[in-house]
């Protein structure tokens, strides 16, 4: 395993990529740091979270986050993670994507992943090598720009009391209990706790709340998990009803989901 000092030391300066390929044990977890410029972390296999201040991405096997420069984050790895990472400057290309975001991964993008680990992409190509490589880098530029952004991301308000309230949801989600009482414990009304988490987070309460339990649903799954076990523990009636509900935010069975 690449040591952690030397992954969170690498940046692009003077190269228009820098790649690094490692594989990490369950349960690791890569402290927080950041990057001077943006990156694509692309898990070949296993499970990442992805924690920062505004948030929460969740990284199944084939798909990856695209990460903005300076974005203070920390990782954790659910089950054995392949994780390929890409550091690239953003001035390449003007259709990189605008904000950090989970993406769904093409057959071609993820050849082209693999591709450039090892093979350096200056911005010149005096060579045919270097060519070569400059080429396959474009390329890759050009299909990291048109794949779909997945709904995998779950924002954390900045306000401490909401933050709080978050954090509580997230340790106990199966916990069923009322917005009402959630308001109630905050000292504030309900239409004032809808109106501040819609605002500090862009969502609902229910929205958000639902999406934390499908997201902690997927580390468990990742872990090994079974389907009956995570829908319990994240608050639904029955297998068939979080299936269901897997099934309409991701489009696919949560069983079909890692295959």
Same mark, same amino acid.
């Given at each position: 395993?690449?040591?952690?000092?030397?992954?969170? !030391?690498?940046?692009?300066?003077?190269?228009?990529?820098?790649?690094?390929? #490692?594989?990490?044990?369950?349960?690791?977890?890569?402290?927080?740091?950041?990057?001077?410029?943006?990156?694509?972390?692309?898990? #070949?296999?296993?499970?990442?979270?992805?924690?920062?201040?505004?948030? @929460?991405?969740?990284?199944?096997?084939?798909?990856?986050?695209? $990460?903005?420069? %300076?974005?203070? %984050?920390?990782?954790r790895?659910?089950?054995?993670?392949?994780?390929?990472?890409?550091?690239?400057?953003?001035?390449? &290309?003007?259709?990189?994507?605008? /904000?950090?975001?989970?993406?769904?991964?093409s057959?071609?993008?993820?050849?082209?992943?693999? !591709?450039?680990?090892?093979?350096? !992409?200056? %911005?010149d190509?005096?060579?045919?090598?270097?060519? /070569?490589?400059?080429?396959?880098?474009? *390329?890759? $530029? %050009?299909? $990291?720009?048109?794949?779909?952004?997945?709904?995998?991301?779950?924002?954390?308000p *900045?306000?401490? /009391?909401? /933050?709080?309230?978050?954090?509580?949801?997230?340790a106990?989600?199966?916990?069923?209990?009322?917005?009402?009482?959630?308001?109630?414990? *905050?000292?504030? &009304?309900?239409?004032?706790?809808? @109106?501040?988490?819609?605002?500090? #987070?862009?969502?609902?309460?229910?929205?958000?709340?639902?999406?934390?339990?499908?997201?902690?649903?997927?580390?468990? *799954?990742?872990r090994?998990?079974?389907?009956?076990?995570?829908?319990?523990?994240?608050?639904?009636?029955?297998?068939? !009803?979080?299936?269901?509900?897997?099934?309409?935010?991701?489009? &696919?069975?949560?069983?079909?989901?890692? @295959?």
């Open positions: 395993m690449t040591a952690e000092l030397d992954y969170q !030391a690498l940046n692009c300066a003077g190269a228009s990529v820098v790649t690094s390929a #490692t594989v990490y044990p369950d349960g690791h977890v890569i402290p927080l740091h950041r990057h001077s410029c943006a990156q694509l972390l692309y898990a #070949t296999r296993g499970v990442m979270t992805v924690d920062a201040a505004a948030g @929460r991405w969740m990284v199944p096997p084939g798909r990856a986050v695209w $990460l903005q420069a %300076h974005v203070d %984050h920390q990782i790895m659910h089950g054995e993670v392949g994780l390929r990472t890409l550091l690239l400057d953003v001035a390449m &290309s003007p259709h990189l994507p605008a /904000r950090s975001c989970v993406l769904d991964i057959p071609l993008l993820r050849e082209l992943i693999a !591709a450039a680990h090892g093979n350096p !992409a200056g %911005h190509a005096n060579t045919d090598a270097d060519a /070569r490589n400059w080429h396959m880098l474009q *390329l890759l $530029l %050009h299909e $990291l720009a048109s794949v779909t952004v997945l709904p995998l991301y779950l924002p954390l *900045l306000a401490a /009391r909401l /933050r709080s309230l978050c954090e509580l949801l997230m106990t989600p199966g916990k069923q209990v009322t917005i009402e009482t959630w308001a109630g414990q *905050l000292g504030i &009304s309900t239409s004032t706790l809808h @109106r501040l988490f819609l605002r500090q #987070t862009g969502m609902r309460f229910g929205h958000w709340r639902q999406q934390a339990r499908l997201l902690q649903a997927m580390e468990q *799954l990742a090994g998990g079974k389907v009956a076990a995570a829908a319990q523990d994240q608050g639904y009636s029955s297998q068939s !009803a979080f299936s269901a509900m897997f099934k309409k935010h991701f489009g &696919s069975t949560p069983t079909a989901f890692y @295959r």
